[in-house]
């Protein structure tokens, strides 16, 4: 296992990565920023010369700190090259050279590929020691946090946030670290197109996999059937690393389709945890009504727009719910078909293969002659 513990100062990160490395046995790298600053003959930052030489020492212990996780078969390391990364953006991109960011991002980049986890500790929830050596504006503090998480997402890299009293034996995070996270993604997606793309791979921010889920054909009647619906996720996710197609191999009655489909899910992947991935849309669906057992799954809600009062009373229903805000040009299932129909160009709208396999089966044609029910 390769795990990286990032974000911010004073969160806990080196106690968190100094006893996950003794539990597992394995080595643990320290923070190589702190080691090649005394090696220079400084304390902390105020004390270098120039913003060249301090260009230069973070750059020696980006290269030190890639060296060290590279050698290692297995590891916890204290900041992670993504955090090399962060106080780089910060701290040096201005004065550097446009070749010499293109080649710390890229370095860091093609490294982290390699970590099988990232740990990112909750920000604010240990008091913060002050000491020369660190800049401890809170605002400060923040931007670090902040800028090291979106810089793990932009690489497509799901950190687990980690609420670590250090008081808790450290067997329960390391049990929790073993665990992957599992997303269904459960619709019509008939077709599939790229707000639901969309919807995943922002999924995949918190989640290790999606596994996108095509409705069965029984109940409300499909314009493509099954077998088409899901060879065309397949062929939209084919090169994608972290979403995948997965056919619900059980058979369940309409009126409890969706709990029953995502409680067999939960069974299959039982060792790992399951988040359900909806639109706050599906907030008002039967399924969530009180004290139904799906309310007790982890969900993932994607929230295009504002929440209403009604949504944020269901939401307290949940046992654990994370909201997505996201922004993504709205598209509809049912105006792609018609579309489809009219011979209009859905280019920009899905998938290329999509397009293609749906014009070698003659998909949705005939569609405005026999009406359309609308689905996302």
Request: hydrophobic letters at 40%; a negative charge; glycine letters at 6%.
């Amino acid at each position: 296992m390769k795990i990286a513990v990032s974000g911010a100062s004073g969160i806990g990160k080196t106690t968190i990565a100094i006893r996950l490395a003794a539990y597992w046995g394995c080595a643990y790298i320290p923070d190589t920023i702190d080691l090649v600053l005394r090696e220079h003959g400084y304390q902390y930052w105020p004390q270098c010369d120039s913003e060249e030489e301090e260009r230069e020492i973070r750059l020696e212990s980006l290269e030190r700190k890639i060296g060290l996780e590279s050698a290692a078969a297995s590891f916890v390391s204290d900041k992670g090259a993504v955090d090399h990364l962060a106080y780089w953006l910060i701290h040096c991109s201005a004065g550097a050279t446009e070749d010499e960011n293109v080649s710390v991002l890229n370095s860091v980049r093609d490294h982290v590929v390699t970590y099988s986890r990232v740990v990112i500790p909750v920000f604010g929830v240990y008091p913060f020691e002050e000491s020369p050596r660190r800049f401890s504006h809170p605002l400060h503090r923040l931007r670090v946090h902040a800028l090291v998480k979106g810089l793990y997402e932009s690489f497509s890299l799901a950190p687990r946030e980690a609420d670590y009293p250090f008081a808790t034996p450290i067997a329960e995070l390391a049990e929790d670290l073993g665990r992957r996270r599992a997303g269904l993604y459960m619709g019509a997606f008939d077709p599939i197109h790229h707000g639901h793309l969309r919807v995943a791979q922002a999924a995949t921010s918190l989640l290790d996999d999606v596994w996108i889920q095509p409705h069965p054909d029984q109940g409300r009647p499909r314009s493509a059937p099954l077998e088409h619906r899901a060879t065309m996720i397949a062929l939209a996710t084919q090169n994608t690393d972290r979403m995948r197609l997965r056919v619900d191999p059980l058979t369940h009655p309409q009126e409890s389709y969706r709990t029953d489909a995502v409680l067999s899910a939960a069974d299959e992947f039982r060792g790992n945890d399951l988040w359900v991935v909806m639109g706050s849309d599906k907030l008002a669906h039967p399924a969530y009504d009180a004290d139904g057992p799906l309310l007790d799954v982890p969900h993932l809600i994607h929230a295009r727009d504002p929440l209403t009062a009604t949504d944020r009373e269901r939401l307290r229903a949940f046992r654990r719910a994370r909201i997505i805000h996201r922004q993504f040009p709205t598209t509809s299932a049912t105006a792609v078909r018609v579309m489809i129909e009219g011979g209009q160009d859905v280019h920009g709208m899905l998938h290329e293969d999509v397009i293609g396999y749906i014009a070698m089966h003659r998909l949705y044609q005939g569609l405005l002659a026999v009406g359309n029910t609308r689905e996302q």
